[in-house]
């Protein structure tokens, strides 16, 4: 009876973590590009879904024309873009479509990476791998579902549907990146006296950094990082008088854009000293990966506070805003390494 060793087995798991990073890049890259997509105004300009025969742009001049015309009857055109050229529909169209295809191969390596899967684990582990496509899939439900939200009434969609369309992607991204990490570190490092201390402080850096990232989702939605172009303080105050300028008073923080900056700062102020914190800590309690990882997480924090605050400067520029929401994510990746390689060790095989 032929004896299947642990090292055979790890093998056998690699393809599945390059699959899965594979995807997690693919969903970093849709999540910059959706971020262009909405500074550059190109989220609204194809107006429906069409998931298999949309994979071709319009060919023709008679389809471009069509397209535009279907652009033109929604309250973005009207209101913001009236007048505007086939020409430069041509240009919003590309980041929108660019978007939309970048979504439908995520999807095709999504499904890779659940076949893949299926012939190296157990029937009863493969639905951690099946869960890919579907969030995937979720993913671009949840697209089509805040697109719709501004063909109709608004000039832009909701910046609530925004933002659980983020969370999707922060969540497959993440779900991603964490079973991609159990299993090429297959065999976890025992947890000693510095993982055990570090551990806490690592997790609040984790909700801080995505509850931060979900703050941008409103900020974004709701362009409020083109006020207030000033840092640290806003209109010359540390706390905006116009905070509360909506009744009732518990919807500022979700549609108010001067409570939206002013939370938005304050939780990426609140991550950079967290990460700070966590790093000073680790220099005195940790050695080797730990250490490196608290290293590269205080690096990626400050280059993205860095990039926070030159973007409000310069009022939300393409380049930098796009480069900030890498640094978001990058910030989570590292965050979410920290946190693995933290995590109690378990007996026996383990992927997580």
């Known amino acids: 009876m032929a004896v299947i060793t642990f090292a055979e ?3 056998s798991r690699r393809p599945i ?4 990073i594979a995807t997690a890049a693919m969903t970093l890259l849709m999540v910059v590009v959706g971020g262009v997509t909405r500074l550059t105004l190109s989220g609204l300009s194809i ?5 298999v025969d949309g994979v071709l742009p319009p060919l023709s001049d008679a389809a471009w024309e069509a397209a535009f015309e ?3 009857q929604i309250p973005e055109y009207r209101e913001i873009h009236l007048g505007m050229s086939l020409e430069a529909f041509k240009g919003i169209y590309f980041w929108e479509y660019l978007h939309r295809l970048l979504g439908r191969l995520t999807g095709l390596v999504g499904v890779g990476c659940a076949l893949v899967a299926r012939t190296r684990v157990s029937a009863r582990e493969w639905p951690r791998y099946l869960a890919v496509p579907l969030l995937v899939a979720a993913q671009g439900l949840l697209g089509w579902y805040m697109v719709q939200s501004g063909l109709a ?3 832009s969609v909701s910046q609530y549907r925004l933002t659980a369309h983020l969370a999707t992607a922060l969540l497959l991204y993440s779900y991603c990146i964490w079973n991609a990490a159990g299993i090429l570190a297959l065999v976890p490092a025992r947890t000693d006296a510095a993982a055990a201390r570090l551990r806490p402080i690592v997790l609040a850096i984790v909700i801080l950094v995505s509850i931060t990232i979900l703050a941008g989702g409103f900020t974004a939605g709701t362009h409020a990082g083109l006020i207030y172009n000033t840092f640290p303080l806003m209109d010359g105050r540390l706390v905006p008088s116009g905070y509360f300028g909506l009744s009732p008073w518990w919807i500022n923080p979700l549609e108010n854009p001067t409570a939206i900056q002013f939370d938005h700062r304050v939780l990426a102020m609140s991550t950079v000293a967290a990460t700070g914190i966590m790093w000073l800590l680790a220099r005195r309690v940790a050695g080797g990966r730990l250490r490196l990882l608290a290293n590269l997480a205080l690096t990626l924090v400050l280059c993205q506070a860095s990039l926070g605050i030159a973007t409000l400067l310069f009022a939300v520029p393409v380049p930098l805003a796009a480069a ?3 640094g978001a ?4 990746t590292a965050s979410l390494l920290m946190l693995h390689a933290t995590r109690p060790a378990q007996s026996g095989f383990d992927a997580r």
């Open 9 to 11: 087995i790890e093998r």
């Open 17 to 20: 973590a390059y699959w899965l």
């Open 47 to 51: 107006t429906e879904w069409h998931p």
């Open 70 to 72: 279907k652009y033109q």
């Open 153 to 155: 009434a608004r000039t």
């Open 324 to 326: 900030h929401q890498t």
């Open 329 to 332: 994510v990058l910030l989570l």
